[in-house]
C-alpha cells in the first residue's frame, strides 16, 4: 500500500521559508518520479514541481524561489519553498508521479 505523509508546513511571513518533507512506503521509491502540487483556499489543485532521476521541473510562478530534492536512502522528498509570497498560500502535497496517489497534505500559510 501507498503511503505518503507530508510535513513542514506552518505560518510564515512574505519573505520567509519553509522546508517540506513526504515520508514515502509502500513501494520502491528510489524508482519513481515524484511531485509536489498545491491547492489554494477555493481553487483547483496546481502542479509545483517534478523530480524524475535527476531532471527538475517547475511551475513559472515558482521557479527559482522552491526546489525539489530527494533522498533515496530515508526515502523521502523535499520541498524548500523561499522568498515566500501570499499567493503561495495553500495545501500542498506531494504525489506518485504516474498514479496521482498523494498524501493528507501540509498546510503552508504564507501571511504578515
Known amino acids: 500500500e501507498v503511503k505518503l505523509v507530508e510535513s513542514g508546513g506552518g505560518l510564515v511571513q512574505p519573505g520567509g521559508s519553509l522546508r517540506l518533507s513526504c515520508a514515502a512506503s509502500?513501494?520502491?521509491?528510489?524508482?519513481?518520479?515524484m511531485t509536489w502540487v498545491r491547492q489554494a483556499p477555493g481553487k483547483g489543485l496546481e502542479w509545483v514541481s517534478t523530480?524524475?532521476?535527476?531532471?527538475?521541473s517547475y511551475t513559472p510562478s515558482v521557479e527559482g524561489r522552491f526546489t525539489i530534492s530527494r533522498d533515496n536512502a530515508k526515502n523521502t522528498l523535499y520541498l524548500q519553498l523561499n522568498s515566500l509570497k501570499t499567493e503561495d498560500t495553500g495545501m500542498y502535497y506531494c504525489?506518485?508521479?504516474?498514479?496521482?496517489?498523494r498524501g493528507q497534505g501540509t498546510q503552508v500559510t504564507v501571511s504578515s
Open positions: 523530480i524524475d532521476g535527476s531532471h527538475t
Open positions: 504525489q506518485k508521479t504516474e498514479t496521482l496517489e
Open positions: 509502500g513501494f520502491y521509491f528510489s524508482s519513481y518520479p
